[in-house]
């Protein structure tokens, strides 16, 4: 059995050709495409890329079905080397390690592709077990430049300056890259959490201070020469690492490993090039269509955001998706408690909950517009400790979100429990 059947996995790809339009590609549990009708159509054939319009330093995007994307265009990149390079999990993050400073300090970076900057905790901190000590790299150079950055949830605050990475499960080399020092920050480092720093792969629009500030993808395809593309990988717990506690993924970093997925990818236009925006077209729960409008759906926006561990909706939406998992539930017997979030839900260790609740399906407009792909996440099985989380938030106030959220505990007196709070 390949790895992508043993896993959850959501494949990321992001293809820019001289700074032209990133696609994407998901992995999860896709259909054939569909028209706006809903009937289906026929396979698209291959897709080709853009021209870059740019000076050719970099290559031009490949078929997309045959992948010459899967393979390092100058023979000098080693993708299985990648693999697996990511640990963490579906409820704190996915992480990557790197090697900061000289001589070099060794941290586990979350990889984000919701923000834009590299930053790495620059002091002791009671939640974290290590730290980058700028002063103990003579590499090191201070920019004295301070810079903030706010997520929907937490902050910090650091001083931007330049030091050298490595990145043992990599590219090969060194390479000189802008990283904010934190000095300060708010509900950012968690207790519990294995990282220590976070890895903005999103575009340098975002960038703080200014988008003049290169990111570290930016920075790494400028000195390795490589293909700005990079893919992600990250696998539920079904697949967890051995001995780690944790589960694996893999950032690829100038193209696609082929081993990491079975089938053809489909590409979704970038709506807008600083988040990863995307476009929603309909939303379906159990097979039934919400029947919203498609406004609803990208109410303020619709991004793709690695670093982030819940379904987050707009309010609308979300109480529409809820009110249909009460609908299909097959356990009617849920009293109005539990769907508030103010009582448990249990079942006895032997028996499995996941066929009692609905899949839920997004579907993503296709690069072809007259079309679209669909996404099908599933309740997850027996063996993994979340099922779905949810949160609503307000279109116009992104950081107070309704509290709902169903996660899955293990309890030793009744087995399986779920709640909503």
């Not at 159990?286 to 987050?312: F, H, M």
């Amino acid at each position: 059995m390949s790895r992508t059947a043993g896993c959850l996995l959501l494949l990321l790809l992001v293809a820019v050709a001289e700074r032209g339009r990133a696609r994407f590609a998901f992995r999860l549990q896709v259909s054939s495409p569909v028209s706006p009708d809903g009937a289906l159509v026929p396979t698209p054939v291959l897709l080709k890329s853009r021209s870059s319009g740019g000076t050719g330093s970099q290559p031009a995007l490949q078929e997309a079905s045959g992948l010459a994307l899967a393979s390092d265009p100058g023979g000098s990149l080693n993708f299985m080397a990648m693999v697996d390079n990511l640990q963490g999990d579906s409820g704190r993050g996915y992480y990557i390690e790197l090697l900061l400073g000289t001589p070099p300090q060794k941290l586990n970076i979350l990889v984000d592709t919701g923000s834009s900057n590299f930053a790495v905790a620059g002091a002791s901190n009671t939640d974290l077990t290590s730290y980058f000590n700028a002063e103990k790299s003579s590499t090191y150079k201070s920019l004295d430049v301070e810079v903030t950055v706010k997520y929907t949830q937490g902050s910090w605050t650091g001083i931007l300056g330049t030091d050298v990475i490595r990145m043992p499960k990599g590219i090969n080399g060194t390479y000189v890259i802008n990283i904010a020092t934190i000095f300060q920050s708010e509900n950012f480092f968690l207790k519990g959490v294995q990282w220590q720093g976070i890895l903005g792969l999103a575009y340098s629009a975002l960038a703080k201070p200014s988008s003049s500030t290169e990111t570290f993808f930016e920075s790494i395809v400028n000195q390795a020469k490589i293909p700005n593309i990079f893919s992600l990988q990250m696998c539920g717990a079904s697949l967890p690492v051995s001995g780690t506690g944790t589960n694996g993924g893999s950032l690829v970093l100038g193209g696609i490993e082929p081993n990491l997925y079975k089938g053809k990818i489909w590409y979704t236009p970038i709506k807008k090039e600083w988040y990863y925006q995307v476009e929603i077209l309909k939303f379906e729960v159990g097979g039934q269509n919400l029947n919203l409008d498609c406004k609803e759906y990208n109410s303020d926006k619709a991004i793709v955001d690695s670093g982030t561990t819940l379904l987050r909706l707009p309010e609308k939406v979300f109480s529409a998706v809820v009110g249909a998992i009460i609908q299909t539930s097959l356990i009617q017997e849920f009293t109005s408690g539990f769907w508030s979030g103010t009582q448990l839900a249990c079942w006895d260790k032997s028996e499995s909950p996941w066929t009692l609740f609905p899949k839920i399906s997004i579907y993503l407009r296709d690069e072809n517009s007259s079309r679209s792909f669909r996404i099908t996440i599933l309740p997850q099985k027996c063996t993994v400790l979340q099922y779905l989380k949810l949160k609503a938030l307000s279109a116009l106030k992104m950081q107070q979100a309704l509290a709902y959220q169903q996660s899955l505990s293990m309890n030793q007196s009744c087995g399986f429990c779920l709640t909503l709070s």
